[in-house]
């Protein structure tokens, strides 16, 4: 059994309506189980969540896999484990719903939940000899062409060794979190959100002469931009996005902090992938 959560931070996007209507009564009932609550409302861009983080045991986000991952990635350094109310579409992240949350809730406020911990991904851009840009991926990390639809060439590295020269649309390092995003759409694997590795795939690779790798995190992975005829962007979970220049090194690495996800003791990652369409099963 877990520790007995005291402080709940209710974390929400402005905008997200059913978000905005559920958030009152969820604070409500935090409040009456005898919670103390701190309600957190940004907006997507917005780079911090102002709030007393250090008082904080954990952060319930109301929307989609979005919202969490945005939250995510603002408060990693931080430790605050979270938890996810699915509002929104897909919700693979989420462990709770609009049918069951308080039922939930009940036993994670009671201590019956276990902390899954999870890889982060942080990235530097590297320009000129100068670092152009640092931030951290919680899915997945995309290089990839802009409006265009344009191959560009990448080379890719790993440590000292050089994994080749690829003509595609882009490359995909995803965390075992993020297998399941975008990678496994681009033909990446599915892989255990608990193993500590990187997920290289690319997309739509010219005569398929790239294939995707599993990759410990012994060394560091580089991406040189060799030739971009159209732009290149480095988008951070498929939400926050920078420019990229030919001759930019993009390096890649696991972060220093972990991702935190609250997890029910009756959750289960292969039940999960069944209820979302990932495998077949009775």
Not at 23 to 40: F, I, K
Not at 72 to 84: C, H, K, S
Not at 198 to 209: G, Q, R
């Amino acid at each position: 059994m877990e520790r007995v959560l005291t402080t709940v931070a209710v974390g929400f996007h402005t905008g997200n309506r059913r978000a905005e209507l559920m958030v009152g009564a969820v604070a409500a009932w935090l409040t009456d189980h005898g919670r103390r609550v701190v309600v957190v409302e940004t907006r997507k861009e917005e780079g911090c969540c102002p709030a007393p983080w250090e008082e904080v045991d954990v952060l319930l986000t109301l929307g989609g896999d979005g919202t969490m991952l945005g939250f995510a990635r603002r408060v990693v350094e931080r430790g605050v484990p979270i938890l996810g109310l699915n509002v929104g579409e897909v919700g693979f992240l989420t462990e709770l719903t609009p049918r069951d949350w308080q039922e939930g809730l009940l036993a994670i406020l009671a201590g019956e939940y276990e902390i899954s911990s999870r890889l982060v991904l942080a990235c530097e851009v590297l320009r000129r000899g100068e670092k152009a840009y640092r931030g951290y991926a919680v899915n997945d990390l995309v290089i990839g062409c802009g409006s265009l639809a344009r191959m560009i060439r990448l080379d890719v590295w790993y440590g000292s060794d050089h994994l080749g020269q690829v003509r595609a649309d882009g490359v995909i390092v995803a965390t075992p979190t993020g297998s399941s995003g975008y990678s496994i759409s681009a033909g990446g694997p599915l892989v255990y959100p608990e193993l500590d590795v990187f997920v290289l795939t690319p997309i739509c690779p010219f005569l398929h002469a790239f294939r995707p790798m599993v990759l410990p995190l012994e060394e560091d992975i580089r991406v040189h931009v060799v030739e971009a005829r159209s732009s290149v962007v480095l988008t951070q979970d498929g939400q926050v996005g920078v420019t990229l220049q030919t001759g930019d090194n993009v390096f890649v690495s696991g972060a220093a902090h972990r991702l935190r996800l609250v997890r029910p003791l009756h959750s289960h990652y292969a039940s999960k992938l069944k209820s979302k369409g990932f495998l077949r099963g009775n």
